[in-house]
């Protein structure tokens, strides 16, 4: 089964930015709701953000809300996740997931991009 790329990661200070970028290789998900989940060790998995097919509906948690921002170019098959003023509690892997048959589909995790706060 194709796994959905996630990239753009790294380390940054507080209050630094990111971009991160989620790609479909293989399969066309751009008519697929996509939403951005993390994972910090020891932790549960986290819902951060997720976009309609279209672009026009978005959802944030709330302790993302403000200062995250995520879009989609459909015809590169990409999702973004435009991440400003990090807190070193930002701190996970980050992976992205497809709405596929009434759930988001974890089976289609890529290897996730390591995000880190820290000064």
């Known amino acids: 089964q194709a796994h959905l790329v996630e990239s753009g990661g790294g380390l940054v200070p507080p209050g630094g930015s990111l971009r991160l970028s989620c790609v479909a290789p293989?399969?066309?998900?751009?008519?697929?709701?996509i939403a951005w989940f993390r994972q910090a060790p020891g932790k549960e998995r986290e819902f951060v953000a997720s976009?309609?097919?279209?672009?026009?509906?978005?959802e944030y948690a709330e302790s993302v809300r403000g200062r995250f921002t995520i879009s989609r170019d459909n015809a590169k098959n990409t999702v973004y996740l435009e991440m400003n003023s990090l807190k070193p509690e930002d701190t996970a892997a980050y992976h992205c997931s497809p709405y596929i048959g009434g759930s988001w589909r974890f089976e289609y995790w890529g290897q996730g991009t390591q995000v880190t706060v820290s000064s």
């Open positions: 293989v399969y066309d998900f751009s008519t697929y709701s």
């Open positions: 976009t309609s097919w279209s672009g026009d509906s978005t």
